[in-house]
């Protein structure tokens, strides 16, 4: 998180189901904290409360792991060249 924040990098990608912290809470404290970019959710559960959880705490996609290469790589280019054409 606080290479998040110090950082500023044009995106994140989060997994939700973390040991320590879990994903939700971790998205929460971001936006908290003031990082403003995307977020992207890395979960096995792309549907119902769990993926409502996750925009509600402050995710921008929601992405179902195993996610394979491409389809991350699409949406990253996706979300850059939207950032590119507000600048």
């Known amino acids: 998180m606080d290479l ?3 950082e ?3 995106l994140v990608l989060m997994d ?3 040991p320590v ?5 971790a998205v929460a404290q971001l936006r908290r904290r003031g990082y403003s970019k995307p977020i992207f959710a890395l979960t096995g559960h792309c549907e119902g409360p ?3 959880r996750a925009l509600s705490s402050g995710c921008d996609a929601l992405l179902a792991k195993p996610i394979h290469s491409d389809v ?3 949406h990253v280019q996706t979300v850059l060249a939207q950032q590119d054409a507000g600048a």
């Open 4 to 6: 998040a924040l110090t």
């Open 8 to 10: 500023q990098p044009a």
């Open 16 to 18: 939700m189901d973390m």
């Open 21 to 25: 912290m879990s994903g939700f809470d």
């Open 50 to 52: 769990e993926a409502e």
């Open 72 to 74: 991350l790589w699409n």
